[in-house]
């Protein structure tokens, strides 16, 4: 089991990651401090799946510790990025007191990256603030939203728009639980995986270059080098800059397009990794029109993206669209669009006031390359 410090002013908690994590989650979870009692937070199919695993696991540990377990109701909701809206965390809230949550209670959310999101910002604003256990299970969320705290829900005017930063009290990522996902939602966290390579890890962009095949046929050894890694990468951003000051920035690369992908198609079309895979794509392409980098860098960059697996055709939207999408991303300051973007394999900086023309440009290109690749996989 390797274990992962996070420390940011807020707060300071780990990440236990290895296999059978999921089996010792009631006794990691014991270590904590006493709750009044634990409610599990999940959707249907995660909880069928985990759910008695994860039962067995607390009712072995917790018994005596927590007055109760609130595990034969688990409180379970449609996990799909659509959902994930003001409404469901009203609905959460409100099956919290029912269940008697009081302000000693222990959140335990157990699933992908809307569940983790939409789970944590209710225990954000429940009481306002209760403690969450994540339990990520979904390539994604192991590797990327289960860690740093950032909790929220999606507006029909773009996505995150409304959240909060509530750290975690302990995180549990259990790589097997990786083995019955769905492929393409394995695939969509392989593209949150390259993210990590092109921002600030050359080797492990090198390690994706070279095993993308046993990667996605999951191979073990692949996933127990490649998690730790991302999770610790994670970490030390996080750590050093918890709301986004400065280096955290960078974890967004591909989110500027990535998002605006996500809410020109009313969140239903892509997976959120695949609105990033495709983001990056238009980022190392804006790099290189900006020529901020190499022709050949992008080209790399471009074949990892594709390596991993198809993604969904983009819809034709007008400039005009996609650039008021942007607009109201949490990134923009002062209406001015602001990316992540390369400068070389393993660097990125953020980018001010990038022309709107140019980006217009990319995004036409992109668009007619995607439609392109689309033809020829049919
Ligand atoms: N997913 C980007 C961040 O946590 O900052």
Redesign the pocket.
Known sequence: MNTISVETPSASYTIECGRGAISRAGSLVASLAPASGIYFLSSPPVWKHCGPLLLRSFRGNIAGKSKRVAAANPVLFRDGEQFKTMRTVETLCRALVRAGADRQALLVAVGGGVVGDVAGFAAASYLRGVRVVHIPTTLVAQV??S??G?TGVNLPEGKNLAGAFHQPALVLVDPDLLRSLPDRQFRSGLYEVIKYGVLGDRGLFDFLENRMTQILARDRASLNWIIPRCISA?AAI?SGDER?AGA?ES??LGHTFGHALESLTRYRRFLHGEAVGWGMVAAARLAVEATRLSSADARRIERLIYAAGPLPAIPAFPASRWLAAMRSDKKTRAGRLRFILPRKIGEVSAVDGVSEKLVGRVIGNVTRDAARRREGQR
């Open positions: 990327d939203s860690i740093g950032k994670k996080v986004e955290r974890l967004n």
